[in-house]
Nanobody, 119 residues
Framework: QVQLVESGGGLVQAGGSLRLSCAASGSDFSINTMGWYRQAPGKQRELVATITRGGVTNYADSVKGRFTISRDSAKNTCFLQMNSLKPEDTAVYYC?????????????WGQGTQVTVSS
């Protein structure tokens, strides 16, 4: 089973920046689309950004122009650069990866990393 481990969350003031990382580990797998999702207290999990193997990106309207998703496919890692952070960006951020192995394909989630933006 492939594991995803996120890092880089924390507490930051409004207007500040954070960079999240997601590293996939395991054996004999490849990754198609990777993405970041977030869930604020009392709200449903929502898409933040995704990136395909070919580098095509997609962003939620609320983060366009402020967040940038990237990946290093050779290292099975994905990043989310978050600039101009707002209090409404406060949430647990989850990494997601579309995993493909010899026998199956499935979505894998990380454990989440807390991002808190103070006003």
């Amino acid at each position: 089973q492939v594991q995803l481990v996120e890092s880089g969350g924390g507490l930051v003031q409004a207007g500040g920046s954070l960079r999240l990382s997601c590293a996939a580990s395991g054996s004999d797998f490849s990754i198609n689309t990777m993405g970041w999702y977030r869930q604020a207290p009392g709200k449903q999990r929502e898409l933040v950004a995704t990136i395909t193997r070919g580098g095509v990106t997609n962003y939620a309207d609320s983060v366009k122009g402020r967040f940038t998703i990237s990946r290093d496919s050779a290292k099975n890692t994905c990043f989310l650069q978050m600039n101009s952070l707002k209090p409404e960006d406060t949430a647990v951020y989850y990494c997601n990866a579309a995993i493909v192995t010899f026998s199956r394909a499935y979505d894998q989630w990380g454990q989440g990393t807390q991002v808190t933006v103070s006003s």
